[in-house]
């Protein structure tokens, strides 16, 4: 058995590394089985909506989130508010491998339509449309810390958030 200067040897290193590698392979099957782990609860915060005509206004947030169906699936609503706008998303989604799809809607403009696209590991990233309406929303959590992020052709031409789970 040859040793190396650490004192371990080859078989005991390559031994190591297997294990390293299942676990690793372990906590990546578990977070792709559970593609919106750490999203539930209620979430506030603060950020910018850009419109259409140029102006930027600071709004207010929150959101909720229920996670369901072992981590597979998502019911989201988020309220943002300024002094002279707001908006009121709510969304169902599933995952499966993945991908992800699932319905939206915006209540104060009567829009509803499909989203699709790809989470995990704390990331979510959609294409949201609807009869005369796209955008992309990002959302990325990290812990207590959750970032969203939308942008469009439309009315609203760009949505930065920033929030802490409550």
């Known amino acids: 058995m040859r040793l190396l200067r650490s004192g371990f040897s080859m ?3 390559k031994a190591a590394g297997v294990a390293m590698a299942l676990m690793l392979s372990a906590s990546a099957s578990q977070a792709q089985s559970a593609p919106f782990a750490g999203f ?7 950020g910018t909506v850009s419109l259409s005509d140029g102006s930027n206004e600071r709004i207010r947030c929150r959101a909720t989130y229920r996670v369901g169906g072992g981590g ?27 991908t992800v799809s699932g319905t939206w809607s915006e209540a104060s403009r ?9 989470a995990g590991g704390g990331h979510i990233d959609v294409f949201v449309e609807a009869a005369g309406f ?3 929303l990002v959302l990325t959590t990290r812990g207590n810390k959750q970032s969203v992020s939308i942008s469009s052709k439309g009315e ?3 949505v930065n ?3 802490v789970r409550s």
């Open 11 to 13: 078989p005991a290193l």
């Open 72 to 98: 597979q699936g998502l019911n989201q609503t988020l309220r943002c508010a300024s002094d002279s706008y707001k908006f009121d998303l709510s969304a169902n989604v599933v995952s499966q491998g993945g």
């Open 40 to 46: 539930d609860g209620v979430w506030s915060g603060t």
């Open 110 to 118: 009567n829009l509803n339509g499909n989203l699709q696209g790809r």
């Open 156 to 158: 609203i031409r760009g």
């Open 161 to 163: 958030i920033n929030m």
């Open 134 to 136: 796209a955008a992309n």
